[in-house]
Every structure is written in C-alpha cells, then in structure tokens.
C-alpha cells in the first residue's frame, strides 16, 4: 500500500491529529503564554479545525502557531504531502515539481520548499565525533562557470567566483555543512573548532586550510591526492565526497539555481537528508516524522527569504 494513501494526507482533520502528535505528545501547549493545563478544543460548525483556546491568558491557537506553518493558507495535509516528497527524494525535488504535484501556485510552492528547509534545518547541535570516531572534512566549491569567467583574469578559469562549502561527514554518522564566505585557515579553523569534539580522529585531504589543526585533535591524517593516493588504511575521504557528489547532483540537476542567499539553508536539507538515511535505520516514513518535529519556534515570512 502507497504510504499516500494514509489518512493525514488527503484528510485535514487527521492532518492536524498527525502534527499535534509529534509537535505535542504530552498534551496541548498554549504558544502565547506557554500554559498546558487549561486548554480546551473549540468545536462547533462556525469553528476552524484544530482550534484549541487558553483559558489561562485567554487566546486561541492551533498547532500551526509558533511553526513553519503559521499564518499559510496551504491545507495542513498538503503540507504534509511536500514534507514526504522532500524527505523522502533524495536529491530534492524542485518547487516547479511541488507546483505540479500539489496544485498549488508556483510562488507558493518556492515558499513551502523553504520554510521547510527551515524545519530540516538543526538549531543547538552538540559538537560532533568524539572517542574512537571519525570525521572526514573537505571543502568544495558551487556556482556557475560564467560566473568564474567573469570574476578572474581574461583567458583563465578559476574558483574565485564560486562559493566554498565545507563538510564534516561522521563515519557511520551524520553530516553538517557550512557556506564559507571567505575560505581561509581561520574560517575553517573556526568551523571545527566550533563542531567536533576534541577526542574526534580527523581526516582530510592535503590542502593547507587543515595546517592548524596539527595537535588540536585526537589525531589529524591526510591522504594526498595530489601524488595520487586515495586510500591508505583507514585514511580516506571518500566519505565526505560521496556527500558532495549527491549534493551537487541534487543542485545542478535538480535545483539548476541557488543565489548565495540560500545556499545554507540547501545545505541543512542535504544534511538532513543524509544524517537520517536508511543506513542510520530512518525510513522516509521517520524522516518525515523528524521534519515535523523540527518546525517549531521556526518562523518564516516571505520578507525574510525574497
């Protein structure tokens, strides 16, 4: 059985029931004041679904207030239908492909696509790593060809008009991403610093933007790519680049178009996406439910993002 036809899909009421499980599972939380035990559901033909009111500051709310869903007029359950295509497609899927699917404007769609790439996106992280892990970190850089043109000398190609994306993948773990707009030894030793745990065994390629972290960490090893050394042991980064290989697939053949403004948050949804894959035990059906739980105190206004 397709897992659309399940209820919270295509039915508003079981959409609410849906999100107010995993947003509330202890029980109905008032946004505006925070109180929870003196609330009671409005019911009534003249009522909307899902209403629910404080007698203890004496306002009404749903579960959409204080959430990526808040003050949208797109019906809960084809929120719900777009959080499971993006979930669950691995190289995202485009807000024209939203547009078709979900019958909805295409302005609208581009709205959905990031307010939930705020929900993907992870908000007070512990640092990763730690005793007896592995972290790969590369950097790589994404933009347009024309653009490089441009931007350096007459004749030349270079990277100079690319934007540099660095990645620390976990082994057997998650991933996290950072648009650097500048990339240097600082902002790379910054990124680091402020992400792994100093127990962590590190691992990257030759470049010098890792000359600092000698003696930072557990260890630091570098496979040399430049002599044509890929693997030597344990060391490699195979791992993070197999990361960026999706990511750019996913950019260029799927998105084709990302302006410096948004680069982040592509990024959280690519994390998202692989730090709970199928490898890690999360099926597109847990992703999804993790999504949901991420879109509280995440609100996004169409001002912000245009």
């Known amino acids: ?52 009111k404080c007698y203890q500051c004496r306002k009404p709310f749903t579960v959409k207030v204080g959430t990526v869903f808040e003050a949208s007029h797109v019906k809960l359950h084809l929120w719900l239908q777009a959080m499971f295509l993006m979930a669950s497609s691995k190289k995202g899927i485009s ?39 592995i972290v790969e970190v590369d950097e790589t850089y994404f933009g347009d060809k024309e653009l490089v043109t441009k931007r350096t000398k007459k004749g030349k190609s270079g990277l100079s008009g690319k934007r540099a994306v660095v990645s620390l993948v976990e082994r057997n773990g998650k991933s996290r991403s950072f648009y650097a707009p500048q990339i240097n030894q600082l902002a790379v030793r910054d990124i680091l610093l402020n992400n792994l745990h100093r127990g962590t065994s590190l691992t990257t390629d030759e470049s010098k933007l890792y000359a600092p972290m000698a003696g930072v960490f557990k260890s630091h090893e570098t496979v040399h790519h430049a002599a044509g050394e890929y693997v030597r042991g344990e060391v490699y980064t195979n791992t993070v680049e197999g990361f960026f290989s999706i ?38 059906e847990a992703r999804t439910d993790h999504m949901v739980r991420g879109i509280v105190g995440k609100r996004l206004t169409y001002r912000t993002i245009n």
Request: proline share 4%; net charge positive; hydrophobic share 35%.
């Open 95 to 133: 807000s024209n492909q939203l547009h078709r699917t979900l019958g909805v404007t295409l302005k609208t769609a581009w709205f959905m696509s990031h307010r939930l790439r705020e929900a993907m996106t992870t908000v007070g992280f512990e640092p990763m790593g730690g005793r007896g892990s």
């Open 247 to 284: 990511f750019k697939r996913g950019m260029k053949g799927i998105y084709q178009h990302c302006s410096e403004k948004h680069l982040q948050r592509y990024l959280a949804e690519f994390d998202f996406r692989y730090s709970n894959r199928v490898a890690l035990g999360v099926n597109d």
């Open 1 to 52: 059985m397709s897992v659309f036809n399940q209820p919270h899909f295509h039915n508003e009421e079981a959409a609410y029931a849906f999100v107010e499980k995993r947003v509330w599972p202890t029980g109905p939380v008032c946004p505006h004041c925070g109180g929870f035990d003196r609330i009671g559901k409005l019911e009534g033909n003249s009522t909307r679904i899902g209403v629910h």
